[in-house]
């Protein structure tokens, strides 16, 4: 299995906990992923994401002026984005426990 496959569920998590740490426009989104370890996620991948989390009211999104072009859109998450990380964050948990005692108990680890 590729491992865009496996990120895509968890795709929108990473990013909800990204913005949670500060307002962020989505190159910089880019590249902290990046910084993550997730280099190999383009931009193209990233917006239509950060669309639908808009239109789900998850992040709000507010234009400001940029010193190196046109008006950014900032993301911050919204009251439902947090809440929504907590679920991520506690499915992930109990997802990952799970998937390490599987791998753990076939000599994997």
Known sequence: MA???MLKGILEGCLLAIIKEGEVYG???AEKLGGYGFDSLSEGTIYP???????EKLVITTLKKSTAGPSRKYYSLSEKGESEL????DR???LSSNVNKIVKNNGGM
């Open 3 to 5: 491992s865009t496959q």
């Open 27 to 29: 190159y910089e989104l």
């Open 49 to 55: 994401l950060l669309i639908r989390m808009q239109k």
């Open 86 to 89: 907590e679920v991520f964050i």
């Open 92 to 94: 992930w948990n109990k």
